[in-house]
């Protein structure tokens, strides 16, 4: 593989007239299990193969990808991006260029405990059907259960015109479990997702009989909750909360394209947005965490990037285009959903970083506001408004965590709401999630409970 991608490469250079190339080619299996009811709706395994070219000519882009890694096919498909690449070149207001990197050769190998492509399609329905059963189980006021199952596995090769050359295991495990319930005309949702670049062992940890009784019981509560009241409070943000908030308002905020783009945060690097017990970081680097990866799709290595500390943004999320546009380092925040695409700048794991605070003393000071455990979802816009839903919600009074409420959700300003950010806890967490920007991209955002002295919730008047 490495003589044919080398060749690919210089190809590139010296018949097309590329000032830099690269390809990246894929073979990664894949399995996916979809439940609904106990009923198996879907079972998939196969085989995905191809390569991604990319090459620059004249300072312009130029992108194919094929199916295959025939050496004919590949040559065709380079000269094809060359051409793509020398037609756009006279369009561009400003030449593309790119920051130098170290040359690297490495090969990543991972060893799981166990290796899910060696585990029998039948042991992971039948882990998809304990889910269910459990869920089903455990109240008889749960009327559906859909479980998602998915596991990722291959290898990544990467070669480009500097010299570097990466080969690369790649292993993604996923579950994803959604259960309603209902009694006297309410109905209720929960979900909950498991993640991680480990191996099938996550599931020793993360049993059925734990994520299914979770679900199950938090779509149970919330059917006696009630609604909160609508206005401004002061809030613990649960880890799971947080790190939404954190990777929607801000995190997107700091993908240096999209702040090129016109981000709020633009004009404010090395400003103070928030107060000065806020420190983020966007962490590529995280054990076993569902965004960790070793090298990025530009071969730049994966990295703990600081984005805030103390207040002040000190950092943004990079690939190598726009480290050069700003004169910085790249970050290894390149990443592509697969072969088909070219690599955009995303997020890895994401989070706040924690403090000293226990959770009990977070709470201490809040004579009436609401804890937010756990997210439903969330979107934010790049002039820093945000919305997020929360599906599981206590009020706080005097101090002590009270009844159950449901249908809460939160919105305001990301800086407005970093500024208000008046204590931190020291439990850290980090839940896995999917994130989308035209492409999907598998991510980690978390951190520890954080308060927050007043944020707008939406509820009854």
């Not at 991608?5 to 830099?20: H, N």
């Not at 909950?192 to 996550?202: F, N, Q, W």
């Not at 702040?259 to 947005?273: C, N, P, Q, Y």
């Not at 928030?274 to 590529?284: E, K, R």
């Amino acid at each position: 593989m490495r003589e044919i991608l080398d060749k690919i490469v210089d190809a590139a250079s010296q018949r097309f007239g590329a000032e830099y190339a690269e390809i990246r080619a894929q073979e990664l299996r894949r399995t996916s299990v979809t439940l609904k009811e106990g009923r198996v709706e879907a079972a998939k395994q196969g085989i995905e193969k191809g390569a991604a070219l990319r090459v620059l000519v004249k300072g312009a882009w130029g992108f194919a990808s094929v199916g295959s890694f025939d050496a004919e096919v590949l040559t065709e498909a380079v000269s094809d991006a060359c051409k793509m690449a020398s037609v756009t070149a006279p369009k561009l207001k400003k030449r593309i260029k790119l920051t130098r990197t170290k040359v690297i050769e490495d090969a990543v190998i991972l060893k799981p405990k166990k290796d899910p492509s060696e585990i029998a399609v039948e042991e992971k329905i039948s882990l998809a059907l304990n889910v269910n059963d459990v869920a089903f189980a455990s109240d008889r006021r749960v009327k559906s259960c859909t479980v998602n199952y998915l596991d990722l596995t291959g290898k990544t090769h990467f070669v480009n015109s500097d010299g570097t050359s990466i080969t690369q295991d790649e292993l993604y495990m996923w579950l994803g479990v959604g259960v309603t319930a209902k009694e006297k005309g309410v109905f209720t949702h929960s979900r909950e997702a498991v993640g991680s670049t480990l191996g099938y062992e996550v599931f020793d940890v993360e049993t059925p009989q734990k994520v299914g009784e979770m679900v199950a019981k938090r779509a149970v509560g919330q059917l006696e909750a009630k609604p909160p009241k609508g206005g401004t409070f002061p809030v613990i943000l649960g880890p799971n909360v947080i790190g939404t908030l954190v990777h929607e308002a801000f995190g997107h905020l700091a993908e240096a394209d999209l702040t090129l783009s016109g981000s709020i945060i633009s004009d404010k690097l090395r400003k103070k947005v928030a107060s000065s017990v806020v420190t983020l970081y966007d962490d590529g680097t995280v054990n076993g965490a569902f965004g960790s990866f070793r090298y990025d799709d530009e071969g730049v290595p994966a990295q703990k990037t600081l984005l805030v500390k103390d207040g002040v943004i000190v950092g943004l999320m990079h690939n190598r285009e726009t480290a050069h546009q700003f004169d910085a380092e790249p970050t290894g925040n390149a990443r592509a959903e697969d072969f088909r695409v070219e690599p955009i700048i995303r997020m890895r794991n994401t989070y706040i970083q924690p403090r000293d605070y226990s959770f009990d003393e977070l709470a201490e000071d809040v004579k009436f506001g609401y804890y937010l455990k756990s997210f439903r979802g969330g979107q934010a816009n790049l002039d820093g408004t945000f919305q997020v839903g929360i599906q599981e919600a206590c009020e706080i009074v005097d101090g002590e965590v009270g009844e159950t409420m449901r249908d809460v959700s939160i919105s305001g300003n990301t800086l407005e709401t970093l500024l208000k950010v008046d204590a931190v806890g020291k439990e850290f967490e980090l839940w896995p999630g999917v994130c989308g920007k035209g492409q999907s991209a598998f991510v980690s955002s978390g951190g520890a409970h954080t308060r927050v002295k007043e944020v707008l919730v939406g509820g009854s008047a």
